[in-house]
């Protein structure tokens, strides 16, 4: 697994320190920081990654640019409802280790549309169905979500949210991560395997947020991924994966 060295470490916090400023002077609100996650390594678990990440819930208007969200427009908002068109990051796959022998999977772009509802600061319930775009020959398809977050305090400043979202696909981009080709098997020694569309998984989210004092604060969150249907049914999260995966993530941020 790859590790952050504590030289990048401190370029990240660094760049961090100077984003802030420059997010507060150009009238841009919300969080900004900088952690690390432990996560699978694709969609079917076959390995864990510690990996860098950056931590954004920043908004500037209509406009807002998030870590889970990407970036969206309320091109609609009345009385807490907001509709609009979101770019996001989907994340791709090395086929190495467990995986040698299937196809890499480019990193592509979600694009799509989204419809939230959240009268207040403490729930939300969302929607939003995509197009994964800029993958190589036969993979991307349409990708959907749906869920609900709810906020509430636990005192001294710490704020806890319990979030739900399913996660749907149709047969095309399932066929992306949990798919394998005749060709795939022999190379891999995995079954053949067509995938088909409906919901991939469900994820439960636990998070904290811990006031650090002058802004700052600690964010953490642990989730549970439950595959579910085709994607449970895998070859590849039989051999090598699994139905039921964790994924953690904590981070340091700054709010303005």
């Known amino acids: 697994m790859p590790r952050l060295s504590l ?27 900088f952690g690390l996650g432990y996560q699978p390594h694709d969609p079917t678990g076959s390995s864990y990654d510690t990996v860098p990440l950056p931590y954004m819930d920043l908004e500037w208007g ?21 509709i609009g068109p979101y770019v996001n990051y989907l994340q791709g796959r090395n ?18 549309g989204f419809v939230e509802y959240a009268p207040d600061d403490f729930w939300r319930v969302f929607a939003a169905v995509g197009q994964a775009v800029g993958g190589a020959g036969g993979q991307g398809g349409l990708l959907g979500k749906l869920g609900g977050e709810i906020g509430y305090p636990l005192g001294m400043g710490i704020i806890g949210s319990n979030e739900l979202t399913l996660h749907f696909a149709d047969a095309r981009q399932a066929q992306t991560f949990f798919g394998v080709s005749a060709k795939e098997s022999l190379a891999s020694g995995i079954g053949q395997y067509n995938a088909g569309g409906g919901m991939q998984n469900f994820t439960l989210s ?14 953490a ?30 981070a340091i941020s ?3």
Not at 63 to 71: E, I, K, R, Y
Not at 206 to 219: A, K, T
Not at 236 to 247: A, F, H, L, T, W
Request: hydrophobic share 40%; aromatic share 8%.
């Open 254 to 256: 700054y709010k303005f």
């Open 95 to 112: 086929a190495d280790g467990a995986l040698r022998g299937l196809r890499d999977v480019r990193d592509m772009a979600d694009i799509g």
């Open 7 to 33: 030289p990048a470490l401190l370029t990240g916090l660094l760049s961090l320190t100077v984003a802030c400023g420059a997010a507060a002077d150009s009238g841009i609100t919300g969080d900004l920081g």
């Open 62 to 82: 209509d406009v807002s640019l998030s870590t889970d969200d990407g970036l969206t427009w309320s091109a609609f908002k009345s009385n807490g409802l907001s």
């Open 206 to 219: 636990q998070n904290f947020r811990f006031p650090l004092g002058d802004n700052w604060s600690l964010v």
């Open 221 to 250: 969150s642990a989730s549970w991924i439950r595959l579910a249907n085709s994607a449970a049914d895998s070859s590849i999260v039989r051999d090598k994966g699994e139905v039921n995966q964790g994924q953690v993530q904590t």
